[in-house]
């Protein structure tokens, strides 16, 4: 074989790559992760614009807090979202279903005396049914999923209706209302901040050195290309920053909010899914060629199918946190849940076509999307031009997206 003859197309070794002119690393990295570098940099313009124009409201301890409870069930759907879009599918059931789930938790719970834990699992169960009902037309029915969810957004939100009766129904056990309001308890000796917080935010911070070193060192044994050693630091560094100052200001509120805890599970967890599991290396090889997945052996009516299961149970897991934030399970919830987290995917690198994106990147454009909201209002900008402009940041992502795939094939 030709490669095995011509010294020059061998891999360079980790040294060699680490020596590779500053330039060409930096466009080389940024090029590979551009969209999610590209919201990185724009949350962090965003959220220095607002922290100037609010007068230093915007990071405030209990604005901080507020920010992470009123967009945790956006960031939930988020992150199932752009798990089905990365398998070339799209679910624009989520917000009736997180409904129609926060119902059935009410009915549960308030109506029958269903102890919560227990209201808990079934709803999430139910989540499940939801899923599989959905992803069994699409993945072995061959029915286009943007079909079947819009049905389902349909029969969702009737089943919604028909439950409440179109009424209210609260309150909620106290244990409930903690998943999305409460904080994790005090412990240790009494200090001005939160113990507890300042522990998990040191052990956050522990986790992502590590990792930022094991993916250093996964580039160098595949011959990759590498930061300078001085780049990588100052990254760290940034991390680290980053870390730390969000954990000193929940540290210096009422702690970590349970939903944070449980956000920060659900990314971790399906980031390291979808990076090193053979069902997330499978998702992306559907959506972005299915036809050479399956020659390739990929089960692709199974990942799919599984794809959106697993939609289900984080819609159902995102119905149950927004109705024990709001004290009740009501007909008018969810309403554009499903909208916010399509959008937060797409900003946060998703492609149309499938095949491209990332976990952490739903975090990020739901962040993005978060932050605007609460800066707008805080600002006094009414609701009318605050989705006038959220509008022109989809729009702008997806462009973004289709500009760099045609620069890529030029």
């Known amino acids: 074989m030709a490669q095995t003859q011509t010294p020059q197309l061998s891999e360079p070794s980790p040294a060699v790559a680490e020596r590779a002119p500053l330039g060409a690393v930096l466009a080389r990295a940024v090029r590979g992760n551009v969209r999610q570098y590209g919201m990185l940099v724009a949350l962090a313009l965003i959220v220095v614009l607002f922290q100037i124009w609010t007068d230093g409201?915007?990071?405030?301890?209990?604005?901080?807090?507020?920010?992470?409870?009123?967009?945790?069930?956006i960031l939930i759907l988020a992150i199932g979202m752009m798990?089905?879009?990365?398998?070339?599918?799209?679910?624009?059931?989520?917000?009736?279903?997180?409904?129609?789930?926060?119902a059935a938790a009410a009915v549960m719970m308030v109506k029958h005396a269903v102890p919560w834990p227990l209201a808990l699992v079934l709803a999430l169960l139910i989540g499940a049914a939801a899923g599989a009902w959905q992803g069994f037309w699409i993945a072995y029915i061959g029915i286009p999923s943007f079909i079947v969810t819009l049905?389902?957004?349909?029969?969702?939100?009737?089943?919604?209706?028909?439950?409440?009766?179109?009424?209210?129904?609260?309150?909620?056990?106290?244990?409930?209302?903690?998943?999305?309001?409460?904080?994790?308890?005090?412990?240790?000796?009494?200090?001005?901040?939160?113990?507890?917080?300042?522990?998990?935010?040191?052990?956050?911070?522990?986790?992502?050195?590590?990792?930022?070193?094991?993916?250093?060192?996964?580039?160098?044994?595949?011959?990759?290309?590498?930061?300078?050693?001085?780049?990588?630091?100052?990254k760290l560094a940034v991390i680290a920053a980053a870390v730390l100052v969000?954990?000193?200001?929940?540290?210096?509120?009422?702690?970590?909010?349970?939903?944070?805890?449980?956000?920060?599970?659900?990314?971790?967890?399906?980031?390291?899914?979808?990076?090193?599991?053979?069902?997330?290396?499978?998702?992306?090889?559907?959506?972005?060629?299915?036809?050479?997945?399956?020659?390739?052996?990929?089960?692709?009516?199974r990942v799919v199918f599984l794809a959106f299961v697993n939609m289900g149970v984080l819609a159902a897991l995102a119905g149950l946190v927004f109705a024990a934030r709001l004290n009740a399970g009501t007909p008018q919830a969810g309403i554009n849940f499903e909208l916010e987290a399509i959008a937060a995917a797409f900003i946060g690198g998703a492609s149309a076509t499938g095949g491209v994106g990332t976990v952490l990147g739903a975090i990020i454009g739901g962040l993005v999307l978060g932050v605007l909201n609460n800066g707008m209002s805080l600002v006094g900008v009414g609701t009318d031009y605050q989705q006038v402009i959220k509008g022109l940041v989809l729009l702008a992502a997806v462009g973004f997206d289709v500009y760099n795939k045609r620069k890529a094939g030029s």
């Open 57 to 73: 409201i915007l990071l405030q301890p209990l604005n901080v807090t507020n920010l992470v409870q009123q967009n945790s069930y």
């Open 83 to 102: 798990i089905v879009i990365i398998a070339g599918h799209i679910d624009l059931s989520v917000g009736s279903l997180a409904a129609f789930v926060g």
């Open 246 to 301: 969000f954990t000193m200001l929940l540290a210096s509120y009422h702690g970590f909010p349970i939903v944070l805890l449980i956000l920060g599970t659900l990314l971790f967890g399906f980031g390291y899914l979808m990076r090193n599991s053979i069902i997330g290396r499978h998702t992306y090889a559907i959506g972005g060629n299915e036809a050479a997945a399956k020659l390739s052996g990929v089960k692709s009516k």
């Open 151 to 234: 049905a389902g957004m349909l029969l969702f939100r009737g089943g919604t209706q028909i439950m409440l009766q179109g009424q209210s129904i609260a309150p909620f056990p106290k244990g409930f209302q903690k998943i999305g309001s409460g904080f994790l308890p005090e412990v240790g000796p009494h200090t001005n901040y939160h113990n507890l917080t300042l522990l998990l935010g040191l052990a956050v911070l522990v986790v992502a050195v590590l990792q930022e070193l094991r993916g250093r060192r996964q580039a160098a044994s595949y011959g990759l290309d590498l930061l300078p050693f001085g780049l990588f630091l100052a």
